[in-house]
């Protein structure tokens, strides 16, 4: 079993920044790939960014230049990093471990 304790969530005025956290613990394998998800109100749960242990990434097209995804293996924490946030990324934010294991969720909503 592997636990994922998210954190960083909140409002925002449109152009600001946020930086989610997500702290794995238990059975965390050193091979594995984590990243975030996100549901925005109405819509189907979309990926944002993922990141493998070896640090390759991928990024949905609408966040790439604005969220960059890191890991601290040591930490076994994945962050991402989000600028220039606009209205359309409010949502409900969950991180995930090889897409197996998922946190609570995190509501990001950016609003003037």
């Known amino acids: 079993q592997v636990q994922l304790e998210e954190s960083g969530g909140g409002l925002v005025q449109p152009g600001g920044s946020l930086r989610l956290s997500c702290a794995a613990s238990?059975?965390?394998?050193?091979?594995?790939?984590m990243g975030w998800y996100r549901q925005p109100p109405g819509k189907e749960r979309e990926l944002v960014a993922r990141i493998s242990s070896g640090g390759s990434t991928t990024y949905r097209d609408s966040v790439k230049g604005r969220f960059t995804i890191s890991r601290d293996n040591a930490k076994k924490t994945v962050y991402l990093q989000m600028n220039n946030l606009k209205p359309e990324d409010t949502a409900v934010y969950y991180c995930?471990?090889?897409?197996?294991?998922w946190g609570k969720g995190t509501l990001v909503t950016v609003s003037s």
């Open positions: 995930f471990y090889n897409e197996l294991y």
């Open positions: 238990g059975r965390v394998l050193s091979f594995n790939v």
